[in-house]
């Protein structure tokens, strides 16, 4: 199945869980959280893994779409805090191999789960921007880091980060109630700042439109409520909603 698309900017399509930033001829992800079954698992919640095969099948629908070169994950690409699991190595190993099988360029921004990801990278040759990344004028980076001063700078106009994986919570007449994935747009600093859903399927996302603590410092100092809501269901198709103070206001009646 394609994956859905939306031009949101002269610069930027949102193409599935991701956007396409076409003057890095790039796919920009983030947090695929690759192990977390694992993880679970250790905690006494047993899932079949299945999320791997999700997330490549998504990410090989995302780039066919776009004909990108370049893929660039913007953290957390691994779940465990710690040393790299048996299930992360294999899965980080075998998606990036598959990645690099189709002539993709991949490379990766540190997050704030990949420690100890670096010897992984190093052995397939994938180049690890640590903390960020700055190149034709987006600065990438994963949003768990206050916000570095060359944001600062003139050389910046985008930002592009994941970590706070947002969603949005949506309910009709009947008190039903549905969530879905949502990438934010919005301004911060004079700059257009993109927050990327979580590619990860079992991270279904923290609803920004309903009052909760923020994870980010960035969304923490940005006025939320201007951003722009665009909804995505890989199946769908992806939802402009609007401001994300009108989806607030909708919510509460």
Known sequence: MPAPRLRVDEEVEVVGLGIYAS??????????HLGYEEALASQGVFLPPAQYSEIRDLLFSMVDEVGARRLIILGDVKH????????EWRETI????????????????RGNHDNYLVAVLRRLGVPFHDPYLIEQGWLLMHGHLPPPVELFSDAVRRIAMGHEHP??????????????????????????LYVLPALSPLMPGTEVNVERALLS??????????????????EAGIFDFGELRYLKLALAL
């Open 167 to 192: 969603a949005i919570l949506l309910r009709d007449e009947l008190g039903a109630r549905v969530k879905l994935k949502a990438l934010l747009s919005g301004e911060y600093a004079g700059k257009r």
């Open 217 to 234: 410092p960035i969304l923490k100092e940005a006025s939320l409520d201007g951003f722009h809501v665009y909804a995505v269901d890989v």
């Open 80 to 87: 465990e805090f710690g040393d790299v699991t048996r299930m």
């Open 94 to 109: 075998s998606l990036i191999e598959s990645l690099q099988e189709l002539g993709l360029r991949v490379e990766v921004v």
């Open 23 to 32: 003057s890095l001829d790039a796919l920009l992800v983030a947090d695929l």
